[in-house]
């Protein structure tokens, strides 16, 4: 089952100011919901405060940035020495590369065509659309009048969120929830939800309901392993690999993994159990791709690959086969 996920507004914003957060969060995030390992969902109210607030976001970020500048003052006695001419060339050379990095970021970003812009239109593309309905938005405006989390007084987009995700959501299933907002978690308890939402959700929903501050406190508790979006697509097609169900899925899956340069330890060992446990890799294993990514798995790490594993590989494919030679005539 796909791991349900919700990520807040701001957490996409912070990809545009200044934040800890590294761009390689989103793009593995984008592998795992284009292998249909995580389920996205994405309110209406999120997409338009994402477009709201992406420029002024930028802005900000690119004041600051013009606003470092690299001042240098020197007393009389140091000018003659040759150290002083360099510190004053490098200055130069700082002043006119910040001015070419400000004026490049300031065109990519009126262009849309940062490098996160184009990660977070694939996440918006691959993500479960949540529209706000007129119920939707009928019932949020009732739990503000109530006072009711989440959300601030005159600030009703928290609640069409909140209860947009409850409508959508299917009940029994479990929400991950990616938030910098203080207005959903706990006073009391350290990374918790306020009691008022957490009950509201296990009362209704009748599943967990996770908080997290980052996107990569996400990762970590969910897929510690892996620390690249290159990694996570690679161990998701190995496992695909293990679970082919034709020979022309193993082609495909195989073709996708020999685009990869090298293999861990541990992926190699599962690419060698998949040639032996799976006859839809097995019997095809002397075809010159599936031979070639095994081959490619085992190479270098002879050593520390299990024995009996790699021998019964080695046996199952054989030798090399000799290369073809044209007849004389």
């Known amino acids: ?93 700082y002043e006119s590369g910040h001015a070419a990095l400000v004026g490049k970021v300031l065109a990519d970003a009126t262009a849309e065509g940062l490098k996160a812009d184009d990660i977070i239109r694939e996440l918006f593309s691959l993500a479960q659309p949540i529209p706000p309905t007129v119920e939707r938005i009928g019932r949020a405006r009732l739990r503000l009048e109530l006072g009711n989390p989440p959300g601030k007084r005159g600030s009703l987009g928290d609640a069409v969120n909140w209860e947009s995700l409850l409508d959508a959501v299917p009940q029994g299933e479990s929400l991950h929830f990616v938030t910098e907002d203080s207005d959903y978690a706990s006073p009391l308890v350290k990374g918790g939800f306020k009691t008022f939402l957490l009950q509201e959700w296990e009362d209704k929903q009748q599943s967990e309901l996770v908080l997290y501050q980052r996107l990569s406190a996400f990762f970590a508790a969910e897929y510690p392993q892996i620390s690249l979006a290159s990694e996570i697509e690679k161990d998701l097609l190995i496992q695909e690999l293990g679970t082919s169900f034709n020979f022309g899925h193993t082609h495909s899956v195989v073709a996708q993994l020999r685009e990869f340069p090298e293999f ?16 839809q890799v ?7 791709d599936v031979r070639q990514l095994l081959t490619a798995a085992i190479m270098g790490k002879e050593g520390k690959l299990d024995a009996q594993l790699l021998e019964e590989v080695l046996k199952l494919i054989g030798p090399e086969p000799e290369p073809f030679e044209d007849l004389p005539f």
Not at 264 to 279: G, M, P, S, W
Not at 282 to 288: F, G, H, M
């Open 1 to 93: 089952m796909a791991v349900n996920l919700f990520i807040d507004t701001n957490i996409f914003l912070a990809f545009y100011h200044f934040s800890g957060e590294d761009l390689e969060e989103l793009k593995k995030l984008a592998v795992l919901l284009s292998k249909e390992q995580v389920r996205l969902f994405l309110p209406g109210q999120v997409a338009d405060e994402f477009r709201r607030n992406r420029d002024v976001k930028i802005a900000d970020a690119l004041k600051v940035l013009r606003d470092q500048k690299l001042s240098l003052r020197f007393p009389q006695v140091c000018k003659g020495y040759p150290e002083y001419s360099s510190l004053r060339k490098l200055q130069k050379d």
């Open 264 to 279: 861990t330890v541990d992926q190699a060992k599962t690419i060698l159990a998949a040639a032996i446990n799976n006859t």
């Open 282 to 288: 097995n019997w095809i294993a002397t075809d010159w």
